[in-house]
């Protein structure tokens, strides 16, 4: 009986067929090329949080987690740690691993178009949150969701204003700004200066930034207190800065809330409780609960739906008397 066996070209043609089906099985196990999807077809974000610098951030990040599952979306999250150069290479990876949408709180303003131009280039939506951009081109986002901060800045120099009417000298204020290039820093700076303007009698002596973290405020308080005799006022970018200095005026001899004046920003339970105690002043607020609106957009944007260039979140302000009111009820 004649066996008839296959000819060279046909097991050629055959193992070629077999290596590509096999390269393909790969190339999706490797890269988590899934057309964008989850395994199970849930919407993929790919997050890139600023770090984890403050309460206030780990505020945030529980938000999003938290929003996320509750939404049934797929989270990719990394944490860039405070460097640019991380979020624009977390950023690079979620475009490689096709995700449907990317959202980034960015750390500072500047430098981001090349990355969001290749995004855009691979027909992935951008959602800015918390923190913006100074992009020219709007069309690399689209849309922004976050606090004004530059209101932020202004409320606590308006109620600066308003407690100091009577003064005939000058108040002495040192500023600890946020992270150097951050529109937090930026926006705040500004609000304040502006709203302080309106009396001559209040100057910004000494003015630096302590990066919105504990340790930062407390060094660059100890500096503060060692340059300048007279202080009058603290106002702090936020409160883990503001806390930090606290140990540091402590540590000088001085009564904070009374010797020195504190104002700061955010309204986390630590801040509030120092307000509640009589040791900051003033608390202009910034909510990081931003999760659930976050998830939202992410699902518009996702359908193609048309969405606002920019969503502002809804804050107040705290005295003493205030924080004293809401602290039980506080959420973080
Ligand atoms: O971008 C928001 C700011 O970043 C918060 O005020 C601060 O606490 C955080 O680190």
């Known amino acids: ?13 055959l193992t070629a067929a077999l290596l590509a089906t096999g390269m393909a099985a790969c190339g999706n196990s490797d890269t988590g090329d899934n057309g964008g999807k989850g395994d199970d077809g849930k919407i993929t974000l790919g ?3 600023v770090g984890a610098e403050s309460a206030w951030r780990t505020a945030n990040t529980t938000s999003v987690k938290e929003s996320a599952t509750a939404a049934g979306i797929e989270l ?6 405070q460097k640019q150069e991380n979020q ?4 690079r990876n979620f475009i490689q691993q096709k995700v449907d949408v990317i959202a980034f709180s960015p750390v500072v303003e500047s430098g981001w178009d090349t990355v969001l131009k290749e995004a855009k280039d691979a027909k992935i939506p951008v959602i800015l949150t918390d923190r913006a951009v100074d992009s020219a081109d709007k069309s690399l986002y689209k849309t922004f969701l976050g606090s004004d901060f530059v209101k932020e800045g202004r409320s606590a120099g308006e109620w600066l204003v308003e ?15 946020g992270t150097t290039g951050s529109a937090p820093a930026n926006d705040r700076k500004k609000g304040f200066a502006e709203a302080i303007a309106a009396n001559p009698n209040l100057k910004i002596i000494a003015s630096q930034s302590g990066d919105f973290t504990r340790a930062g405020g407390k060094q660059v308080m100890e500096q503060f207190l060692k340059a300048n005799p007279k202080i009058d006022v603290l106002f702090a970018h936020n409160d883990d800065m503001g806390l930090g200095a606290l140990e540091a ?3 000088a001899g001085k009564v904070p809330g009374k010797d020195i004046t504190i104002i700061t920003v955010d309204a986390v339970k630590d801040g509030m409780q120092a307000l509640a105690d009589g040791k900051f002043n003033f608390i202009a607020e910034c909510s990081p609960l931003l999760g659930p609106q976050l998830m939202d957009l992410v699902k518009k944007v996702h359908n193609g739906e048309e969405v606002p260039a920019r ?7 705290f005295t003493q008397e205030q924080a004293k009111e809401a602290l039980p009820n506080r959420k973080y």
């Open 311 to 317: 969503i502002e979140t809804q804050e107040t302000t």
């Open 76 to 81: 990719k999250f990394d944490d860039a740690q």
């Open 163 to 177: 407690q100091k009417k009577a003064a005939t000298g000058p108040v002495n204020i040192v500023e600890l700004q």
């Open 249 to 251: 005026i402590t540590a």
């Open 47 to 49: 997050f890139s949080q």
């Open 88 to 91: 624009i290479k977390a950023i």
């Open 1 to 13: 009986m004649r066996t008839h066996l296959p000819s060279r070209k046909v097991i050629a043609v």
